[in-house]
């Protein structure tokens, strides 16, 4: 098979920020017609060598970028938007008080486009975007009033009113259902099929793995390499992210049926969010609550806690003696894993029934008391607003972990298993439910999507 020509060829980028090397040595291409995916755990630069190809970075000096055959040592927001390299964040910057039309259009009327604003054109603009890759949305319709997923199709339209070459997704499944990825999926394979190089971030290794032509693998800020998609599979490819292989070891048995239960609720509601809920949890076992969003988990998990309100007599504890009580009474045996993101590397990591109680000095000792159990390497303290993103999110994704280790409480809870982007943190996290399980002590409690059990 003849491969595509290159769109952008780039050749020793680098990235410094104080004190951290985010990108050493870079070497990547992409190509015309193709779907590209980069795959790495969170921090180990893919998002800013997306911000270095649409010019929000500059690279160190030695850099070589070379676009649609023209060489450059560095690109600007406004150069790449001139060969059509546009990007899709997370947050999709669209305009909630817009609609799809004036959205999808709006490029005509920024600066250097057209003064007059016609309604017509505007819309018949976006009718024309969609159809290209077959999108359905009612072009008069508010942004505001849109499901999570025809606003990430609304931002792929925009980048196709803006004549785009070169379209970059940075995690464009991570709020979507099951259904909607494979909608979204069918659009990038037609801006493939248009010749449009599509670059696809993505820490869910079925989806790179069902939609990629190429993977290229960051770790740690370098380029470990690129393969085409069918000399890879999923177990190989999270090796290549990590340098670890897994292994899993059977689940533990389940605890005996005639075992008195540590938490029981009855008739638990919370107005309109759930109702009449009927739930015993027994010491070691692992607890699945499943749902769409807007089901009324979180809320059910977070009244089970004392965190949010409830009525109808909801809870009774160890020997069935009734445990109703405020949040500002939350009873010692239960512990929320849950945590501030403007907290520390190593307050985020503290049981938060004692965080007030803790010093700096002995806040950090136990989180690195902790963490060494995990594998964790806790530092300094720091604040993760002074990090990128991808280490930021690792932080927020590695304290929950942490935190549920110190104390041996009666009941835990965690959040969606499914969304941890690192596949080591995944593992870890896994390995951390079998031990729960195997306890004759802690029932842990994790929501989830239905769709991902």
Not at 15 to 39: M, S, W, Y
Not at 182 to 200: H, M, S, Y
Not at 261 to 288: M, T
Request: aromatic share 4%; net charge positive; proline share 6%.
């Amino acid at each position: 098979m003849t491969a595509s020509p290159a769109f952008i060829t780039l050749e020793n980028i680098s990235k410094r920020f104080p004190g951290v090397l985010a990108l050493d040595q870079i070497n990547l291409t992409l190509n015309k017609g193709e779907v590209h995916c980069l795959a790495g755990q969170n921090g180990c630069g893919k998002s800013t060598i997306i911000k270095i190809i649409s010019g929000v970075y500059q690279p160190e000096k030695g850099a070589n970028i070379s676009l649609e055959g023209k060489l450059f040592h560095a690109l600007t927001p406004q150069l790449s938007g001139y060969y059509g390299i546009q990007v899709i964040y997370q947050d999709l910057s669209l305009f909630p008080n817009l609609t799809v039309a004036e959205n999808i259009a709006i490029h005509r009327y920024l600066p250097g486009g057209h003064f007059w604003v016609r309604k017509r054109v505007m819309r018949q603009t976006a009718l024309d975007a969609m159809a290209r890759v077959g999108v359905h949305i009612d072009p008069d319709k508010k942004v505001e009033k849109l499901s999570i997923a025809d606003r990430q199709l609304v931002a792929i339209c925009r980048a196709i009113a803006a004549e785009a070459r070169l379209v970059i997704m940075d995690e464009p499944t991570a709020s979507l259902t099951r259904q909607e990825v494979d909608g979204l999926l069918r659009v990038v394979n037609e801006l493939k099929a248009a010749g449009i190089c599509v670059v696809f971030v993505s820490h869910r290794l079925d989806e790179v793995m069902e939609v990629a032509d190429r993977i290229s693998v960051m770790r740690d800020g370098k380029l470990v390499g690129t393969w085409p998609a069918s000399e890879l599979d999923s177990h190989e490819l999270a090796f290549l992210m990590t340098g670890q292989r897994f292994h899993y070891s059977p689940l533990p048995p389940l605890p005996p049926a005639e075992q008195a239960p540590l938490l029981e609720v009855r008739n638990l509601s919370r107005g309109e969010k759930y109702r009449n809920v009927n739930l015993a949890l027994r010491g070691g076992e692992i607890v699945s609550i499943v749902g769409l969003l807007g089901a009324g988990r979180t809320e059910l998990c977070l009244s089970l806690f004392g965190a949010a309100g409830q009525r109808r007599d909801p809870h009774r504890g160890p020997g069935g003696a009734a445990a109703q009580q405020p949040r500002s009474g939350a009873p010692r045996h239960r512990l929320c894993v849950g945590g501030s993101p403007d907290a520390g590397v190593d307050h985020g990591a503290i049981d938060l029934r004692q965080h007030h109680r803790h010093r700096l000095r002995s806040a950090a000792y136990l989180a690195r008391a902790v963490g060494s159990r995990q594998g964790d390497r806790a530092g300094q303290p720091a604040d993760p607003r002074s990090e990128h993103q991808g280490v930021r999110q690792r932080i927020a994704g590695e304290n929950p972990v942490r935190r549920q280790r110190p104390a041996h409480r009666h009941r835990q809870m965690g959040g969606d298993p499914a969304e941890d982007p690192d596949p080591r943190l995944a593992h870890r996290r896994r390995g951390h439910r079998q031990q729960r399980r195997g306890s004759t002590r802690s029932p842990a409690i994790w929501r989830s999507w239905a769709w991902r059990c």
